[in-house]
């Protein structure tokens, strides 16, 4: 696994950077943590993102138990990212090539996603074949003060997203075929997290476990 040590997604309006330092490892958790930091110029925040450096995958099972942060402004997130982008992420969000976000090789699959503060919503969606394929949005329980299990089976054409062993989504038009790699990360403002309140954090996502099954 590799953590980023680079800015947030411009393109995205996020206003955090992230920092190795923000994911740690103990007690059989991953936990990542956003904070009030500066130390990273023109940033007021960071976080932390991870991903897979060299292993990626074709159709198969992801599940992973989670408790995501809470607070406003933040914008957690555990997702696929097709393999093309797999080397350049690590340095930038940028579409550097053979990145080319959402395209065939580059496409995005949304397993878990907390936006705009709603602590009791999950998004589940698909970015392939060059647009937004559609979201999904299940109620849960608050994710910040309760762990959830979340699944995403996919396979030749279908994609199905379950959260505690309970079906929430299906897709099966565009449905990826090439390869992609887990991220999971915690975003701070932009697009999916609005309006930060630094009173708010700071705020931590857990991770119990990750799991890919073929």
Partial sequence: MTAMNRPG???NSEIGCYKPSNVT???GNLTVHTIVDNSCAGFSYTSGMIQTT???YTYGTIEFRAKFAGGTGTW????????NCQASNIASADNVAPCNWPQTGSDEIDIAEIKDGNLTTVSQGLFANGGNLGTCRPTVTD?????HTYTLVWTPGH???KIDGTTTCTMTSNVPHTPMF????????GIGGGTVNPATL?????VDYLTITP
Avoid at 202 to 206: H, R, S, V
């Fill in 182 to 189: 887990p991220i999971i990360n915690t975003a701070v403002g």
């Fill in 143 to 147: 994710i910040s003060t309760n762990f």
């Fill in 159 to 161: 994609l199905t997203w």
């Fill in 54 to 56: 060299n292993f990626h």
């Fill in 25 to 27: 490892e103990g007690g």
């Fill in 202 to 206: 700071p705020q931590t996502d857990t």
């Fill in 76 to 83: 957690p997130s555990i997702w696929l990212l097709g393999a």
């Fill in 9 to 11: 997604d411009a393109s």
